[in-house]
Every structure is written in C-alpha cells, then in structure tokens.
C-alpha cells in the first residue's frame, strides 16, 4: 500500500491567491464611482462565489456594499438608496427592492 498524498501547499497556496482576489476585487467595487457599473457588478458576483468556493470572505466594509438579492454591487446614489432610520443603517438595493438593516444589537444581554 502507498502513503496517501498531503495536499497542505497546494491548499494553503489556493487560499492566498484567494485571499489576494478578493482584495483586489474589494478595491475595485470600493471605488466603484469611476468605473461602470457593469464591471462594478462583476466584481460582486466574483467576490461572492470565491467565498463560497473557498471561504475567503471580504471584509465587512466590502460585504455592505453587496446584494445577496440580485448579486450586484451596492453603489449609493446609483443602484442604492441609503438611509439612517431610528439609530439603523438601511439599505434598499435599487435592482430587486431588497432591503438590509443593520446597527447597534439592543437585544438581550446582562448589563452586570
């Protein structure tokens, strides 16, 4: 019987060059207001299946600017409608109507 092979290099290797995509793809959909917003919409479609192929998330940052909905790129002003509504952030994606909330967690919790 053989040894089987380790694959930890390779692995490792494709988790880089990964990790090094989405931060490209990242800079790029963060200055997504001198580009076109085709290629804006590329970039979140691309960020959201190399994180679900290889787990490289973006940071949160990146993520707000990402539809689950639609997977397009979430550009104020252009293809989202920001708003700040009793302490939270909403946003209202302009493609298929979706709307995330999210601020300050008031639920639950000790105090002690």
């Not at 949160?60 to 979430?74: D, F, K, Q």
């Not at 302490?87 to 601020?103: A, D, F, K, Q």
């Amino acid at each position: 019987m053989t040894k089987p092979r380790r694959h930890g290099s390779r692995d490792s290797k494709r988790k880089r060059r990964a990790s090094r995509a989405v931060d490209e793809l990242s800079s790029l959909l963060k200055d997504s207001d001198a580009i076109d917003p085709r290629l804006a919409d590329a970039a979140a479609r691309d960020i959201l299946r190399i994180g679900k192929r290889h787990g490289e998330r973006p940071d949160s940052g990146t993520s707000r600017l990402i539809c689950r909905g639609c997977e397009s790129a979430l550009i104020p002003g252009r293809t989202a409608r920001t708003r700040i509504t009793g302490g939270m952030l909403v946003i209202t994606c302009e493609n298929c109507g979706r709307i995330e909330r999210s601020g300050p967690d008031f639920s639950g919790g000790d105090s002690d």
